[in-house]
């Protein structure tokens, strides 16, 4: 049931190995950005999000940095775990927009 | 607490028919999104409704259509079906919507072909 995109670029990782997702963002006027993970057959499931005024924002085990200059996001997931294979989304909105624009997305592998 | 639901989960219709598709939000969400998730497109807005009135309307032809009822509950409809309407629709719910300070939650999809 899954409509992922078959051409999304892959990392492929080691089990216990850190990984950095990144992603570019498009509107300077987005003051809040998003990463949701999906997995096969599900719907997109949100992470961490992180507002415009920050520039790195930690979860567990994740950790989200914004660099507003370039506008560009990156995720990064420490001790990847093969529950962690899925494809990762970031997205961008602001206040009142009431609609997400969401990147193209990266496939995540975890080799065990 | 129950997710948010979709129904159905697949659906297989042929071009030129039209398809009705079903959301149940979270309960108390009264913001309800719907995306459309192609391996081409990726995950593009179609729209937005509170309150039964849509706030906000994203880049897609017409035949794309959806209401909200009183409990919440939306619905979205394509008619005129094309091949390259073929994708995977998401719901998503949320309070109130159209702030940043609530989590937007996702439902599982309805998995669209159009023959």
């Known amino acids: 049931g899954e409509s992922v995109g078959l051409h999304l670029p892959t990392l492929s990782v080691q089990e216990g190995d850190n990984s950095i997702i990144n992603c570019a963002y498009s509107?300077?006027?987005?003051?809040?950005f998003i990463w949701y993970k999906q997995e096969s057959g599900k719907g997109p499931q949100f992470i961490i999000d992180i507002r415009s005024n920050m520039d790195k924002r930690q979860g567990q085990r994740v950790t989200v940095l914004l660099n507003k200059t370039v506008k560009h996001l990156s995720l990064q997931i420490a001790a990847t775990q093969p529950g962690d294979s899925a494809v990762y989304f970031c997205a961008e909105t602001a206040e009142g927009r009431r609609a997400l624009t969401f990147g193209s997305g990266t496939r995540l592998q975890v080799q065990p | 607490k129950a997710g948010v639901t979709q129904t159905p989960r697949y659906l297989i219709k042929t071009r030129g028919q039209q398809v009705t598709l079903s959301c149940s939000p979270i309960s108390g969400h009264r913001s309800v999104s719907w995306y459309q998730q192609t391996p081409g497109q990726g995950l593009q807005f179609l729209f937005e409704?509170?309150?039964?009135?849509?706030?906000n309307k994203g880049n897609f032809p017409g035949r794309f259509s959806g209401r909200q009822f009183s409990n919440s509950r939306s619905e979205m409809n394509v008619s005129t079906l094309e091949l390259g309407d073929s994708a995977l629709y998401l719901c998503?719910?949320?309070?109130?919507?159209?702030?940043?300070?609530?989590?937007?939650?996702f439902g599982s999809g309805t998995q669209l072909s159009v023959l």
């Open positions: 998503a719910s949320s309070l109130v919507g159209g702030t940043t300070n609530e989590k937007l939650f």
């Open positions: 509107n300077s006027a987005s003051d809040y």
């Open positions: 409704y509170f309150s039964e009135t849509q706030r």
